[in-house]
């Protein structure tokens, strides 16, 4: 059985993404691919089918890290109970999973992607700002802050999937 993981954000076309391949990413060059699922979602509909944002498959690519093959879908109430880890890109999106929960018994620990980043988390910078209105910079600092937040992930994984 494998623990799952699934990143969060507003349409599923940019943080969500990068998250979700970076991930993959990490986890394989640790040896734990095969320990571990990850897939994303968006809170809304507005993109489903379509591939990631240009520029987000640009920045990946920038990093080293292939998104050509991303294709954004909805979250879905399901995957709370279907999931180990959900990762909201920000607040908004936390709020968003919990009103999703609505009483249910939800299985999954719900937490902000940048929580596994220390230096975030002791500076209070825990949000993972939307780099669809801005440009190429922005789209590379939003990489790079996944990538911070999925190396403390990954860390995290090791010592708890040994």
């Known amino acids: 059985m494998t623990y799952a993981v699934c990143f969060v954000c507003s349409g599923n076309i940019c943080r969500s993404p990068m998250g979700e391949v970076i991930l993959r ?9 095969d320990e571990v699922s990850v897939d994303s979602a968006g809170i809304g509909d507005w993109h489903v089918g379509q591939g990631a944002d240009p520029r987000t498959v640009a920045a990946l690519e920038r990093g080293g890290y292939d998104g050509s ?12 109970d279907d999931r180990d880890l959900i990762l909201a890109a920000d ?3 936390l709020r ?3 009103q999703l929960a609505d009483g249910h018994e939800v299985r999954a620990e ?5 929580e596994f980043d220390t230096d975030a988390a002791a500076a209070g910078e825990l949000e ?8 190429a910079s922005d789209f590379d ?3 790079h802050e996944i990538e911070l937040a999925c190396r403390g992930l990954v860390a995290e994984m090791r010592r708890e999937l040994g």
């Not at 990413?25 to 691919?33: E, F, H, R, S, T």
């Not at 093959?69 to 709370?80: D, I, K, M, P, T």
């Not at 719900?110 to 940048?114: E, G, I, Q, W």
Request: neutral net charge; hydrophobic residues 40%.
């Open 110 to 114: 719900t937490r902000l992607v940048r």
């Open 128 to 135: 993972l700002d939307d780099p669809y209105f801005g440009n």
């Open 141 to 143: 600092r939003c990489r």
């Open 91 to 93: 607040r908004g999106h």
């Open 96 to 98: 968003d999973l919990l």
């Open 25 to 33: 990413a990490m986890l394989d060059d640790a040896g734990l691919a």
């Open 69 to 80: 093959a991303h294709v954004a879908r909805q979250f879905e109430a399901s995957y709370l």
